[in-house]
């Protein structure tokens, strides 16, 4: 390493040298966390630190994928959907759901009420989709209730 400085690798100043040139370069692994040269041992608390590093859950993202794909598969058992359609298909879902529940809460605010109904939900929806989507949606809605109110029985 002639004309190079040994100097800790966290702070990438040695981004171009490769790793088998440093011999025992202190390499920052998390803040606070740092491992010292080839040999050297960790202790406890380290390993224990870098574990709990490592196990970090993923961010759940919210997706009707699940309910749009057993749909599909009720109606046609042999087509499947690529992942760009799913999205397309989540998309419109969510974009839908919108519409009906802000035509829903502006339903029950100009009545008053602070909480929106199945009342409200089944109007809305009879007001943005069109003709035989709402029909069918309108029955959607009336049979969920029942087997909801059936349910709590």
């Known amino acids: 390493m ?15 040298t490769h790793p088998k040139e440093v011999k025992n370069a202190t390499i920052e ?6 491992k010292i040269g080839q040999g ?7 390993t224990n630190a870098m574990a709990l590093h490592h196990k970090r859950k993923k961010k759940r993202t919210e997706s009707f994928a ?4 057993k749909v599909l598969r009720s109606v046609h058992t042999e087509i499947g959907v690529s992942r760009k359609a799913m999205l397309i ?7 839908i759901l919108a519409k009906i529940i802000k035509v829903a809460s502006e339903m029950s605010f100009k009545t008053g009420k602070k909480t929106i109904s199945a009342t409200e939900i089944q109007l809305a929806a ?13 029955g959607a809605i009336s049979k969920s209730i029942k087997t909801f109110n059936e349910s709590k029985k």
């Open 40 to 46: 050297a041992k960790m202790s406890s608390d380290m």
């Open 89 to 95: 298909l989540n998309s419109f879902v969510d974009d």
């Open 66 to 69: 699940t309910y749009i794909y």
């Open 126 to 138: 009879q007001l943005i989709l069109p003709g035989e989507l709402a029909r069918h949606a309108t």
């Open 2 to 16: 002639a004309g190079k400085s040994e100097q800790p690798l966290g702070d990438n100043k040695m981004a171009d």
């Open 29 to 34: 692994l998390h803040p606070g966390i740092s």
